[in-house]
């Protein structure tokens, strides 16, 4: 089975996150991450799944989120080029001693410090799971105090093929 | 006996007038073709049962709200059309649930209206408040929480369009009790509905069809699975069409019993778990099986791995996520089971498979049961005989809602259905309790069938209370018990698989006559088999439902049967047991 991302479309009403969910849940698929937000066309929220499925399994994943009546449109870019990214904050201990350290390993992988407490900063990255890994695993031994993730959120490529500008002219 | 419906004649509101939700709730009902619903009053929904009586609906006061969501689906089963269930908030709902399950799993059109605490009690933990939209998610098609009157008119029309449409199923629409109450402009609207990411329809593709018509000229051994979806989309006549311009045996699922008609010469009965040997064999046999509107559930196809090994597969079905679920299949053509056949018919070669025709009568011949009426009368009362004599003092054509259990098996192999809708039974939940309710609801459907329930003695004490229903409706429904003192199907296992360990399992029942003449209806006890034909006569005289208690064989047993996850064909066959209760029906040359 590999990692597959689905770009899911649907509308955005009360309730409908808890009907993806329950359907990932009740056929016993593992959601790896879910993102969730709205888009520029008003009434759209857009979700991107990352699961572990092989290709029949993402047929029916497909097929059944297609069952739902709030869901408008289901890509699985899986075999698409594509964009995606994870952005993460996290609070690392650091004193006045150890923070020209932490910044310098920062600048490095392309990170920021967006905060500075007496003793913390909390550095933000935005970039594929294994650089926010990577970067997590170096700041490790300066003890990570706090560490949040989105969720992967994905787009084809611009090249890659248009996408419909309007969802519910699909 | 058999009440008719009270026809009011009221004039319904013309749009622009003032209506409180509760009006606009049964205008939408009413407009929907609604004429009865099933329901059980209480705090959340008393608006809108205050508002009913001014409109042209019969309601029909259940015992539970199980009995109620059982009635409204059998109601559906029978007719076609939506039934629709009503109750109150919290315990009221949640009573609903194993009834909107059993819907759900056999695709019902059912609309279930819920009252709600009001809107601004929501979350709070109010009196008789449960989350229904939150807790019916996973077993409705869809669910709606309407906290405005506003929203009335395009919600309900959008649920009984979600119920009907595509793969049917149900919908839950739970209404604030301040929703009931306010008023708004009432706006019909008839339009077509369009949600924007419902497609309840598919077609098949052109190419995928002329797949089709190549692998089943080609096959030398094919055989038709045919499904509820054959019921569903009343495909019956282009199924007789197909199966004799292409000579095609056909084995049905428990649902699609009925919907070839079961006398028919390429009729060979019900396939899986219980199905007849000869009708397993053949699906293992053939090289090409062509699903019509069925799901390759667990019961039906043994061991995965090892089914249908020697076939391709053709899967016609109208919804996209069944395909590959189970079994995987060649040709998976997604679309209306009818169209696909009126699509087929035209292309498909004419001709004869006699050989294969004639090897599967092979088949039949070793192992088929002796005709029952020959069989000699020694005394005892079996199960079979009871089922096989209602078919032959109905002729066939009686409406019969089983329970679940042993005794829904015997009846799907010994009531032979040839029409469609005339067989009810909760097929996919597997639902005890089911039949009574499920077929008061069909009495409404139906006024002119005749109507049998037949109920095992556990599964009746679940929903008996629906009697007094019957009763305080007038309607007659006659209920054949098959009474052997035991949860007979587990039994059965305990017996197979658990080491003869018969644990809660022997049942003490009330005396089934008394019970009846408690609820004021008629009750017969039969013990013996010439006390059968005879009581069944004097039911179907008598103008009142009848209930009759047939103490039947103890520890008799379904046979053929396919352990759970054995191989289709690997069944357990009648044993030869010394001492054993002698079974003359299911003896053979073979077995």
Known sequence: MEKRTFVVHVEDKPGVLNRVASLFRRRAWNIDSLNVGTTHEPGVSRMTIVCHADSCMATRIEANLYKQVNVLRVDDITEHARVQRNLALIKVAAGPKERPHVLQILEAVGARAVDLGPDSLVAEITGPQDEIERLASVLEPFGILEMVQTGLVAMTRAAERPQLRKVRAA | MNAPLPTRTTALSSNGTELTGAEILWEVLVREGVEVVFGYPGGAIMPAYDAMARYPIHHVLTRHEQGASHMADGYARASGKVGVAVATSGPGATNLVTGIATAMLDSIPLVCITGQVPSFLIGSDAFQETDITGVTLPITKHNYLVTRPEELVPMLREAFYVATSGRPGPVVVDITKDAQQKSCVFEWDDTPIELPGYRPEHHALPADLAKAVEMIDAAERPVVLAGHGIVKAQATEELLAFVEKADVPVASTLLGLGGMPATHPRSLGMMGMHGESWVNEAIQQADLLIALGMRFDDRVTGNLKTYGQNAKKIHVELDPAEINKNVKVDLPIVGDVKEVLQQLLPS??????????????????????????????????????????????????????????????????????????????????????????????????????????????????????????????????????????????????????????????????????????????????????????????????????????????????????????????????????????????FETGED
């Open chain 2, 348 to 585: 498909l070669e004419a001709k004869q498979r006699t050989p294969w025709v004639e090897h599967i009568d092979g088949l039949k011949g070793e192992s088929a049961v002796r005709d029952i009426q020959a069989m000699p009368d020694e005394g005892r009362l079996y199960a079979a005989h009871v089922i096989h004599d209602l078919w032959r003092l109905t002729s066939g054509d009686a409406l019969i809602v089983t329970d679940v259990g042993q005794h829904q098996m015997w009846e799907a192999q010994y009531y032979k259905h040839d029409h469609p809708r005339k067989l009810l039974t909760s097929g996919g939940l597997g639902t005890m309790g089911f039949a009574l309710p499920a077929a008061i609801g069909a009495r409404f459907a139906k006024p002119d069938d005749e109507i049998w329930v037949i109920a095992g003695d556990g599964g009746f004490q679940m929903t008996a209370p629906e009697l007094t229903t019957l009763l305080q409706e007038g309607v007659k429904v006659n209920v054949a018990i098959i009474n052997n003192g035991y949860l007979g199907m587990v039994r059965q296992w305990q017996e197979f698989f658990y080491g003869g360990r018969y644990v809660a399992t022997p049942m003490v029942s009330p005396d089934f006559v008394k019970l009846a003449e408690a609820h004021g209806l008629k009750g017969l006890r039969v013990t013996e088999r010439a006390g059968v034909e005879p009581a069944y006569r004097e039911a179907q005289a008598h103008p009142g439902a009848v209930v009759i208690d047939f103490r039947v064989e103890q520890e008799d047993a379904v046979y053929p049967m396919v352990a759970s996850g054995r191989d289709l064909n690997d069944m357990i066959r009648r044993p030869e047991r010394k001492g054993a209760p002698h079974n003359p029906i």
